[in-house]
Nanobody, 117 residues
Framework: VQLVESGGGLVQPGGSLRLSCAASGFTFSSYAMSWYRQAPGKERELVAGISSFGGSTNYADSVKGRFTISRDNVKNTVYLQMNSLEPDDTAVYYC???????????WGQGTQVTVSS
């Protein structure tokens, strides 16, 4: 299983970014996917999750109305559209799934998002 994030970077407050996570090595369409983030000195927290076929999503209260999670089961990719970014959104963002017969945890390597003027 491999999860590869991309799309992070430096953005001004109020700006937007779209993160992507390309998945391989498992039947992508069979498993829910999530985005987590970890800011310096803080614990890793759930940002958003999406069910296997995208019919159900959930968000942390801090990002509701600003972030949108989506997936493309043909491209084996999950996305996180982030709008109205705030300095408190600065963190390393990780793609996550619990997949396979043994339902093991899999994490991507993370992508840095920095919101600063």
């Amino acid at each position: 299983v491999q999860l590869v994030e991309s799309g992070g970077g430096l953005v001004q407050p109020g700006g937007s970014l779209r993160l992507s996570c390309a998945a391989s090595g498992f039947t992508f369409s069979s498993y829910a996917m999530s985005w987590y983030r970890q800011a310096p000195g803080k614990e890793r927290e759930l940002v958003a999750g999406i069910s296997s076929f995208g019919g159900s999503t959930n968000y942390a209260d801090s990002v509701k109305g600003r972030f949108t999670i989506s997936r493309d089961n043909v491209k084996n990719t999950v996305y996180l559209q982030m709008n109205s970014l705030e300095p408190d959104d600065t963190a390393v963002y990780y793609c996550y799934t619990k997949a396979g017969r043994l339902r093991r945890d899999y994490w991507g390597q993370g992508t840095q998002v920095t919101v600063s003027s």
